[in-house]
């Protein structure tokens, strides 16, 4: 039985992309058995913050010198990214050691080039400075003439709102049963990329309105991580399908537990250069570390 849980805990972590699943099991354990302690209205300390919030190697390093149980001196996850790595490094370097962890390699630094005399720049003719929208990321043809607020996208008369994070009590009963699973189609023989694409956006519609049923729209992966996990999971020969049901079952205990935040409250809308239409009835914007949901 112990052997089984052991199985199920690490599908979980390879599920959201945590590559120390060991670390992971631990830290979801410990958070369960209230060893972690969770802030009402924290989310950023919890398993499922680093499901979606871990943008570098540090960030990751943090999440699992939490895990191990070597994380009482640190700040909250929030608070520790808005520092530089440098100061990131410092914070980390002893609680890591604690816990048997290697500090990641530091970036090298770039070193500054010479500056030039102030003939050698005279004689120099001036660079022309490139047109501002060669950098500028374009909005998707099918998302043209739409217009994007923090609350909602308009499409012609189509009318997209933004999903986020809602407590328990605003949930459906049966939300958090045993009974809401999420089990996708199983993967077609797909012999073409069209094929392909179409099958993993509908699993992606299927797993954000999922989501949005346990209250978790607000911290769901982007359609690329989404994308991700599902090619590692074919080049590693293990069941996508499998793997998610797994994972949104351990949502839904973790999500019984604990009181989760708005994820988007107060922050500006995405650009629309981000964003993107996945099926009939969302458009997502993968844009500043974070996923927004907007379903028709």
Same mark, same amino acid.
């Given at each position: 039985?112990?052997?089984?849980?052991?199985?199920?805990?690490?599908?979980?972590?390879?599920?959201?992309?945590?590559?120390?699943?060991?670390?992971?099991?631990?830290?979801?354990?410990?958070?369960?058995?209230?060893?972690?302690?969770?802030?009402?209205?924290?989310?950023?300390?919890?398993?499922?913050?680093?499901?979606?919030?871990?943008?570098?190697?540090?960030?990751?390093?943090?999440?699992?010198? /939490?895990?191990?149980?070597?994380?009482?001196?640190?700040?909250?996850?929030?608070?520790?990214?808005?520092?530089?790595?440098?100061?990131?490094?410092?914070?980390?370097?002893?609680?890591?050691?604690?816990?048997?962890?290697?500090?990641?390699?530091?970036?090298?630094? /770039?070193?500054?080039?010479?500056?030039?005399?102030?003939?050698?720049?005279?004689?120099?003719?001036?660079?022309?400075?490139?047109?501002?929208?060669?950098?500028?990321?374009?909005?998707?043809? #099918?998302?043209?003439?739409?217009?994007?607020?923090?609350?909602?996208?308009?499409?012609?008369?189509?009318?997209?709102?933004?999903?986020?994070?809602?407590?328990?009590?605003?949930?459906?009963?049966?939300?958090?049963?045993?009974?809401?699973?999420?089990?996708?189609?199983?993967?077609?023989?797909?012999?073409?990329?069209?094929?392909?694409?179409?099958?993993?956006?509908?699993?992606?519609?299927?797993?954000?309105?999922?989501?949005?049923?346990?209250?978790?729209?607000?911290?769901?992966?982007?359609?690329?991580?989404?994308?991700?996990?599902?090619?590692?999971?074919?080049?590693?020969?293990?069941?996508? /399908?499998?793997?998610?049901?797994?994972?949104?079952?351990?949502?839904?205990?973790?999500?019984?537990?604990?009181?989760?935040?708005?994820?988007?409250?107060?922050?500006?809308?995405?650009?629309?250069?981000?964003?993107? /239409?996945?099926?009939? #009835?969302?458009?997502?914007?993968?844009?500043?570390?974070?996923?927004?949901?907007?379903?028709?």
């Amino acid at each position: 039985m112990h052997k089984q849980r052991k199985k199920a805990d690490n599908r979980y972590c390879v599920a959201i992309g945590c590559q120390g699943a060991v670390l992971c099991v631990q830290f979801i354990r410990k958070w369960l058995a209230g060893s972690i302690i969770v802030a009402a209205g924290s989310f950023a300390s919890s398993a499922l913050a680093c499901t979606v919030a871990v943008n570098s190697p540090l960030e990751k390093l943090y999440c699992d010198v /939490v895990a191990q149980g070597e994380g009482a001196g640190l700040p909250s996850f929030d608070d520790f990214r808005r520092n530089p790595p440098a100061t990131q490094r410092l914070l980390l370097k002893r609680p890591a050691k604690r816990a048997g962890l290697n500090l990641p390699a530091a970036a090298k630094a /770039v070193a500054p080039k010479p500056k030039s005399s102030a003939k050698a720049t005279a004689k120099r003719p001036a660079a022309k400075a490139p047109a501002s929208s060669a950098n500028k990321p374009s909005v998707p043809s #099918n998302l043209k003439g739409c217009t994007i607020s923090a609350g909602a996208i308009q499409c012609g008369n189509a009318y997209y709102r933004l999903l986020d994070n809602r407590g328990n009590q605003s949930l459906s009963p049966t939300a958090l049963a045993a009974s809401n699973t999420l089990v996708f189609p199983a993967v077609p023989n797909y012999s073409s990329n069209l094929e392909l694409h179409n099958y993993l956006q509908h699993a992606y519609s299927l797993y954000l309105t999922k989501m949005h049923t346990i209250g978790l729209a607000g911290t769901t992966l982007s359609y690329s991580k989404f994308y991700y996990i599902f090619d590692e999971a074919q080049q590693q020969q293990q069941d996508f /399908v499998k793997r998610f049901g797994v994972m949104y079952d351990y949502l839904k205990k973790d999500k019984s537990a604990m009181a989760v935040a708005k994820q988007h409250r107060g922050k500006k809308a995405p650009p629309l250069s981000a964003c993107q /239409v996945i099926g009939n #009835n969302f458009i997502t914007c993968d844009a500043r570390g974070s996923n927004w949901v907007y379903a028709r």
